[in-house]
């Protein structure tokens, strides 16, 4: 049966690797960079998507470009309380995300609205055995990756992430490559969270399992939680180990509460190593 857990494996993953591309943009812009409003996005994402398509075929594409400009619109507002209110970027990405919950409180206050059967056979579709949420996972990954490691906005970011300072005196806008990565983040995690509504439908609690999630992708995968650096393959390959881990708990029947326990174990475990080799480098 490992054919087809990894599959399964597959397709799970694909939902956290859109927003952990997404996070990891933002984490590589450094300063202190982090998005910890993608959970809210994306249960809000869920709401409005699935509350513009109404259970019509016809609606579909209104209520994904719904979801994706939503999301767009919070890294808008994430970007603008953080650059130009100069307010830190955890407090302002976490108070954004508070305000995007109660919006998710309201919104499913009397909510109705239904997945179309088209847009749920969509999500769940496979092409040669291979889940089509994956392929497109693997496609935004592969498009990142060209980006960050290939074209001028990436080198442009790693520089950011590197010195804010000797990136603005090199002539890079520091305040357009922040705002971009967040743009990306927001819009990824509206994606993912339309996405994951098509198979389990909207939810107040659809993008909770995503926070420490979002991040620890990023961690694992060998990106730098002090920005410069990213590994796009390994945001891929922490995604499909944590989901693995979590299968592992269901045939172990160990509860799934321990998934948050090994993952903050984890990142504490990585977070330290990597800071004893920037200690050693310093050395």
Known sequence: GFGGTLSAAVQVSSFLVLVGVGQMFVITAGNGNIDLSIPNVMSLAGFVGVGAMTGAHGSIVIGVLDALVLGLGVGALNAVVILILRVPPIIATLSVGLLLQSAVLVRATSFTGTVPQAFTTAVDARVVGLPVIGLVAAGVAAVAAVILHGARFGRQLQAVGQSREAANLAGVSVAGTTTACYLLSGTLAGASGIALSGVTGASITLGEPYLLSSIAVVVLGGS??????????GVWAAALFLNLMITLFYVL??????????????LIVVLSAA??????GKI
């Open 224 to 233: 730098l939680i002090m920005g410069g650096r990213s590994n796009v393959i």
């Open 275 to 280: 800071g004893s080799e920037r200690n050693q």
């Open 253 to 266: 029947h160990l509860q799934v509460a321990f998934q948050d326990i090994i993952e903050g174990l984890l």
